[in-house]
Nanobody, 119 residues
């Protein structure tokens, strides 16, 4: 599975961004898609995930209430709508494809897109 993430940028606190992740290749081999982020000096963190079969979402604590994940299965694209962004949301955001929501089961990763939130 090849993944292409886009949509990052520099925004101010309180603004919104929508990230996109387009999947291609053997996409039938993945049951879930996920967004992760990694800030400088910190471990990679799960943000949100979604299951292709029924669009059921799963959120990490940092995303609850502000971020929404959605999928367009026809386009094999997953979106992460991020609202009320905070400076602490600054990170490189990665999309990933996997068989379950467990970190170790995400076998394909995109290149990452930088999100910078200024105060």
């Amino acid at each position: 599975v090849q993944l292409q993430a886009s949509g990052g940028g520099l925004v101010q606190a309180g603004d919104s961004l929508r990230l996109s992740c387009a999947a291609s290749g053997r996409t039938f081999s993945s049951q879930v898609m996920g967004w992760f982020r990694q800030a400088p000096g910190k471990e990679r963190e799960f943000v949100a995930g979604i299951r292709w079969s029924d669009d059921s979402p799963y959120y990490g604590d940092s995303a609850k209430g502000r971020f929404t994940i959605a999928a367009d299965s026809a386009k094999r694209t997953v979106y992460l709508q991020m609202n009320r962004l905070k400076p602490e949301d600054t990170a490189v955001y990665y999309c990933a494809a996997g068989s379950t929501f467990r970190y170790v089961d995400f076998g394909s990763w995109g290149q990452g897109t930088q999100v910078t939130v200024s105060s």
